[in-house]
């Protein structure tokens, strides 16, 4: 538009000047001393009056210049000429194009070589002579319009109005000068630019004074700015208006810039200590640049969301309604906080801030809410409770994708060498009395990859992380190829080559699912568990404190705060060289009880004084189908067809009870009782005793064997065979004591020995 003024002030000034110029009126002036003086007096002051004459000439810079003019009248001091009814003509481009200026009065000074008119000044710019306009219209509307013929420069203090192809506008005092190709309006500056299309919203811009660079294309605004589009609004102190070759703003560079979009459900405001505007050839605004100390809020009604950073570009669709805004991309020491708003009925969820170099911000359709946030730089998460239960979350990352759902609340999100820490619940002040209690440890965890779901509320729902995964909570470690957790049941699942290991114990398996209030595990997959002796009171080989213990199997559970152990599926359980082979195995610490069912094999070793140097050691084993252990009094009890076997010795019954020494003591094995179909074989090198009844015993301590019950027999290969209602035999001393009935009286048969 403003382009077009070069016709404005090259037409109504200098076709002014054409028209009225000091050569004209010396002409006049001369030509009417030699003409006869008119009978009628002149007015007073008056030197020479005429009506309706027309003025002519072929300006070679300007065309042809026509003036006409009603009346004419030249003062005789102070050298003053005086036009009415003035009608300025200039025509262009071989005749086919036609300027237009039209005035009620105007005043020449011809001393100062000025023209001057205090009344209103309409100027149309562009007209065709006939047909359609062949290019741009403007039309200018002012008054006290003061114009300098040496030099071509126009000026007024008064305001003016504009309409142009683009929009109109308005200022109170302007100027203009044809040298430089410079237009200023001097105060209460206003434009409006509508481009081409005649529906679109209009471009509003206000401002103290505005200078146009005509050969430039240029629109200088100052002191302050304001531009308004629609329901965006950009306020700033100076500003440059570029203009592209159709007249219309192609670009906005603005300092100490704010702007404001205002829409339903949504309030955006943007800042910058400079501010570049991006404008479509219909008006639109495109794109936004701001640096530095760029600064994008939007308010919902759901969350408030502040970014700050050095440099911020942001892209509106203006392929919709109102261009919303469709992306922003920051750089530059960015933060971005979104704090939830409270709304009935709904819980918030944690404060988010996010701090990065660079970030891409995409807005869902209509711009209201955001889309995903995505850095490619190194990035730092931060999750701020709003209310309680909520916990002190933080995530760094090498780079970080963020997705929205509705309302502003995150979906999920994906990270890259992901470093998070998890602070503990906050603990309650302790009442009067009561011992304050111990604050929980931070959990932290790092792996290459990182993806957190959320509910629809916001809610942390789902962490899974791959890749080197590792965890801490305190003296509590984990790692595995992959690590999920589950926040609603504080759960952490380990996969793949998954280990984990406290100050109590270590356990390796392919799955490894963790409790993380309780710390109880669930392991599956080629188990490997350690448990650290509790080293308090006595125990014996099968469960001693000594030492720890170590079992292997396909799955493990555990309870009770790590104090109870399930092994199942081929367990085995040791203690140094103490073993239990079964289909199960349970642990309990606490009650210091074991059982095991299945195929049940336990192995201990005997210690012997007399055993020294490389001597091979001794065990004592025992097979059944069940086994139940209670350390309080030392008994392990086995069920379901029993064998126990130690060097010498074998014994078979329905149920074994095998009463175990302390474990510092010199057999592992005090005495055993079995009982229900009884057979025992002692075996020696040069001879073998075989006993059988319902019930027998055997005493590790001095080699006794008591046999009772179902008619007891005792067979020994040198000696024959013994029957009594009970049978004591003394290894060691090879001593036998038989106690009969009365009605089962002591059968005794000798082998004679062959000579």
């Not at 003019?69 to 262009?92: G, W």
């Not at 760029?294 to 969350?303: F, M, P, Q």
């Not at 504080?490 to 406290?502: C, F, G, S, V």
Request: hydrophobic share 35%.
């Amino acid at each position: 538009m403003l382009r077009s003024t070069r016709g404005l002030l090259l037409l109504a000034l200098v076709l002014m000047l054409g028209a009225v110029g000091a050569t004209y009126f010396r002409q006049k002036h001369r030509q009417a001393r030699r003409e006869p003086r008119a009978s009628q007096n002149l007015p007073p002051g008056t030197e020479s009056y005429a009506t309706t004459w027309v003025w002519r000439k072929d300006e070679t810079t300007h065309g042809i210049v026509e003036v006409r003019a009603k009346r004419f009248r030249q003062l005789k001091a102070p050298s003053l000429v005086e036009i009415e009814d003035v009608e300025v003509l200039v025509y262009k481009n071989e005749g086919k194009d036609l300027d237009r200026v039209r005035t009620a009065k105007a005043q020449f000074d011809d001393d100062k070589g000025t023209l001057h008119s205090d009344a209103d000044v309409d100027i149309e710019l562009g007209l065709a002579v006939e047909g359609p306009p062949h290019g741009h219209q403007l039309k200018i509307h002012s008054s006290g319009v003061t114009y300098e013929a040496k030099t071509g420069k126009a000026y007024t203090g008064l305001a003016a109005t504009f309409q142009f192809d683009e929009g109109d506008g308005k200022s109170v005092g302007a100027s203009y000068d044809p040298a430089l190709g410079k237009l200023e309006m001097d105060s209460q500056v206003e434009l409006h630019w509508r481009g081409k299309n005649p529906q679109s919203v209009p471009m509003k811009i206000e401002t103290g004074q505005a200078t146009y660079l005509e050969k430039d294309a240029y629109v200088l605004l100052g002191p302050w700015s304001k531009l308004t589009r629609g329901t965006s609004v950009v306020e700033a102190g100076e500003a440059v208006v570029t203009l592209n070759d159709e007249g219309t703003i192609d670009e906005v560079e603005a300092t100490l810039a704010h702007g404001t979009d205002t829409q339903p459900g949504r309030q955006l405001q943007y800042s910058a200590g400079r501010l570049h505007m991006k404008l479509t050839p219909k008006g639109e605004v495109e794109k936004v640049s701001g640096e530095p100390d760029a600064r994008l809020l939007s308010v919902t009604d759901a969350a408030r969301t502040n970014v700050s950073c050095f440099r911020v570009d942001l892209d509106f669709d203006t392929a919709t309604a109102g261009s919303p805004l469709k992306q922003a991309v920051t750089s530059g020491n960015t933060v971005l906080e979104a704090v939830p708003l409270p709304r009935p009925g709904v819980e918030s969820p944690e404060t988010r801030v996010m701090r990065t170099d660079r970030a891409v911000i995409k807005m869902r359709a209509g711009g209201k809410e955001l889309d995903t946030v995505e850095s490619v730089t190194p990035s730092h998460l931060e999750f701020l409770p709003t209310r309680a239960g909520q916990r002190h979350r933080t995530l760094d990352a090498s780079s970080l994708f963020v997705a929205y759902g509705s309302d502003n609340t995150i979906q999920w999100f994906r990270a890259e060498n992901a470093v998070t820490r998890t602070d503990p619940e906050p603990v309650a002040a302790a009442k009067p009395g009561e011992k304050p209690k111990k604050p929980g440890e931070p959990v932290l965890t790092r792996s290459k990859y990182l993806k957190a779901d959320f509910d629809k509320s916001g809610e942390l729902t789902r962490i899974e992380q791959s890749g080197d995964f590792t965890y801490q909570e305190g003296e509590r470690h984990a790692r595995a190829n992959k690590g999920i957790l589950e926040q609603a049941r504080n759960l952490i699942t380990l996969d793949q080559n998954a280990r984990m290991w406290d100050s109590s114990g270590t356990t390796t398996a392919d799955h490894i699912l963790m409790d993380q209030k309780s710390g109880d595990v669930q392991a599956d997959g080629n188990v490997v568990s350690t448990r650290m002796p509790d080293r308090q009171g006595n125990s014996s080989a099968m469960l001693t404190n000594d030492e720890p213990i170590q079992a292997t199997s396909a799955h493990m559970r555990t309870g009770e705060h790590n104090h109870q152990f399930h092994y199942e599926g081929q367990a085995v359980a040791w203690q140094g060289s103490n073993r239990i082979w079964a289909d199960a195995i349970d642990i309990d610490r606490t009650a210091r009880r074991l059982s095991a069912n299945g195929h049940v094999r336990t192995r201990f070793m005997e210690k012997k004084k007399e055993q020294v140097g490389a001597q091979a050691p001794t065990f004592v084993t025992v097979d059944a189908a069940a086994l139940v252990y209670t350390e309080s009094d030392r008994v392990a009890h086995y069920t379901g067809g029993s064998h126990l076997v130690r060097p010498g010795m074998d014994v078979k019954g329905a149920e074994i009870r095998a009463f175990l020494n302390d474990s510092k003591a010199d057999s592992s094995l005090d005495h055993a009782v079995a009982d229900g179909q009884v057979a025992i074989v002692r075996t020696e090198p040069d001879r073998t005793l075989t006993g059988s009844g319902d019930h027998c015993e055997y005493y590790s301590k001095d080699e006794r064997i008591y046999m009772k019950g179902g008619h007891p027999v005792l067979v020994d290969s040198v000696r024959g065979t013994t029957k009594g209602a009970e049978l004591t035999y003394y290894v060691d001393d090879d001593k036998l004591i038989v106690n009969g009935a009365p009605k089962d009286l002591v059968t005794t048969r000798i082998l004679r020995r062959h000579r």
